[in-house]
């Protein structure tokens, strides 16, 4: 049952899709990388709707910086695969009025770090024309790129943008951790019509699972539940989340067994399951790789205590990056993340009594 | 303090002799019209001084006096369903673009009935079914917003083959070839949002027009204190293979004689171009400036070479029509004006008398078009709550 939505600033009705459908199996042997699930979401929705383009650097004739738009500009030409010169602010703000005019545009950041110099695009225009235009004018661009440390790339490429820009409203905000959400919810971001941050990380690119072959979208605002247990909540974002099932098997094995939550998207936030979750375990841990002021975590954090706190059997904890730039160096790098080890002893110290 | 003057300041030394002049195919009435419009413009940005004053009006607030002619005619030569977009400075703009002055007024007001329901303010107003794609707040912002307006009227029918369903397309229409215009001050040369959009619209040879409305001063800072080359503003586009003109901005059928031709240039051949358009601003820069960057004497100078004065006597004089009348009477002069100050004083009655927003509805809509349960921990956004201008 897909659903029709009609609104001002909509030229013609938009067909949202059918999210009452059951997802397809995550089972299967059809196991591709997460830069392709990225690229099969991109090209089946290019197939369908030709108002959809994608730019950015590197996108088409080098075949992308990651490989993830590889053959785009063969199938659809250099007229909807464009390669743009390195210029954030520029393109940014092209998508925004070509989004106005009704295109829905792809804009590729080779890094969401350098997403900094297109700020004034991305936070100014981009989540405020809709409101400040009177309902007259969405911005329907989806941005994506790579988010998040780990490569050994020092202070200025390793951003976790999301604690930043989860503070402004009028964003959805995107963040999976396996190829099989990758493909669904990149999916749903382009069939949205508000304007996407999707979150992807380098480390992450080249992971692999099964991707079904048949069409899914992944609605926002569902967290998976990965994992069940009664002992302790632990939720997380993004590349973390594998962090966290990690952390996971180790506490299984001393006997504690946690709920697992991967939430996939920040704005929406899945409240409801975390509380849900807390409320029959009593602790929560929230792992979220930004800084921890302000951060992600914290406000997930606010809201369990908002919502549950003559539940919680524990002051609620969180483990974030550490709270320095990102170091270089491989052992201070790994160090810096939020890791199993760190998740773990969070968890048992929830426990301990 | 340098004086800027009307000699240095000008077109006209840069202006080739004309041979041909497309203003001479206009209808007088036309040409009254652009009059009554920049009136228009005039009295109501008179009007929105003294609601400012009566704090009536809030925030910041840009008055347009002085630079009507370049509204006028660069909007005179475009087609009605050409994309504009423009800065703080704007109301010009959209009342040149049809605005209705009340809808303009009342968005000040801060009222329900203003073109953006009252959330946009003095310097973002939006006009979608006039094609004014805002007013915008952040000097420069603007400018890679006009270039993308640009490529979206390239994709539509290079790519897509039809035409987006913006206001006033029918079902079965062809696609057809537009010019964007980007609106900018002189301060906005020195951002650099400007020279990405340049270069990109170079790059990708798309139809935007970069107007550099250079009346001379950002804020207290003569251009020439904040800009390298502001003796030839042409070389900045130069650098990104882009065309560039300088046009007078005092007198407007001139200034339509250049810049027409200019739109039908970068229409047919789908390429950008980029005019150091010559304006000046007779009031501050907001409603708060003691102006001492610049003399009494040098406003005055260019009161002088008023563009309205300057169109009235032209419509009043030399221009004839068929019957080697002047265009214009005096009688009918008098009725014009007495007709905008009418049509002014009728949108500020509306602007008072109209309803403020209604915090339920209002608050929390327009944050999104597809709400959804916990986008926010405070509350949830309403859906699509109309927009009086649509
Ligand atoms: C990025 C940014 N910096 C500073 C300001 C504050 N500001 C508003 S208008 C203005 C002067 C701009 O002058 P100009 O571009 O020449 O336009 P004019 O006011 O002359 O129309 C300044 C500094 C702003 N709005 N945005
Ligand atoms: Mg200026």
Known sequence: MTTTLEHPALPEPAILPDFTKPLPSREGDRIIQFREALREAMSEEMRKDSRIFLMGEEVAQYNGAYKISQGMLDEFGPLRIIDSPISENGFAGLAVGAAMYGLRPIIEFMSWSFSLVAADQILNNVPKMLYMSGGQWGCPVVFRGNDGAGGQLGSTHSWCVEGLYANVPGVKIVIPSNPYDAKGLLKTAIADPDPVFFLESERMLGDKAHVPPEEYYIPFGQAALLREGKDCTIVSFGRPVNFCLEADEALRAEGIECDVLDMRTIRPLDIDSIIASVKKTGRIVVVDQCWPFASVASEVVTQVIERAFDWLDHQPLRVNTEDVPTPYSKVLEAEYLPNPRKIAAAVRKTLAS | ?390
């Open chain 2, 1 to 390: 303090m340098a004086q800027m003057t009307t000699e240095t300041h000008s077109g006209s030394p840069h202006r080739k002799a004309r041979t041909h002049r497309v203003s001479d195919s206009l209808p007088g009435e036309t040409l009254i019209t652009w009059l009554r419009d920049m009136l228009l413009i005039r009295e109501f940005e008179n009007r929105c001084a003294q609601a400012y004053q009566q704090a009536k009006i809030g925030g910041f607030c840009h008055l347009y006096t002085g630079q009507e002619a370049v509204a006028v005619g660069t909007i005179q030569s475009l087609e009605r369903d050409d994309p504009i977009v423009t800065a703080y400075r704007d109301h010009g703009h959209a009342l040149a673009r049809g605005m209705d002055p009340g809808a303009c007024m009342a968005e000040m007001f801060g009222k329900i009935t203003g073109c953006a329901k009252g959330k946009g303010g003095s310097m973002h107003m939006f006009d979608k079914p006039n094609w004014l794609f805002g007013g915008h707040g952040i000097v420069g912002a603007q400018t890679p917003l006009g270039t993308g307006l640009a490529f979206a009227a390239r994709y539509e029918w290079e790519v897509m083959g039809k035409p987006c369903p913006n206001p006033g397309v029918k079902p079965g229409d062809k696609p057809k070839k537009k010019v964007s215009l980007a609106y900018l001050g002189d301060g906005a040369l020195n951002q650099g949002a400007l020279h990405e959009a340049m270069n990109l619209a170079g790059l990708y040879s798309l139809p935007v027009i970069y107007v550099v409305e250079n009346n001379g001063y950002s804020m207290g800072t003569a251009i020439e204190r904040g800009t390298t080359m502001a003796h030839d503003l042409r070389k900045k586009a130069d650098a990104y293979g882009i065309r560039g003109e300088i046009i007078d901005g005092f007198d407007v059928i001139d200034l339509y004689d250049d810049f027409k031709p200019l739109v039908d240039w970068c229409r047919e051949n789908q390429r950008p171009a980029f005019v150091d358009l010559k304006t000046y601003r007779y009031l501050g820069h907001s409603m708060s400036d003691p102006q001492k960057y610049r003399t009494k004497e040098e406003v005055d100078q260019f009161k002088g070479k008023d563009s309205i004065d300057r169109l009235a006597s032209q419509l009043m004089g030399e221009r004839k029509g068929k019957d080697g009348k002047p265009i214009l009477s005096e009688a009918r002069f008098t009725e014009i004006q007495t007709e905008v100050k009418e049509a002014v004083r009728k949108a500020m009655d509306f602007a008072e008398e109209s309803p403020t927003p209604d915090v339920e509805a209002e608050l929390y809509s327009d944050v999104f078009i597809n709400p959804q349960p916990n986008l926010s921990p405070t509350r949830d956004y309403i859906h699509g709550v109309k927009n009086p201008l649509l």
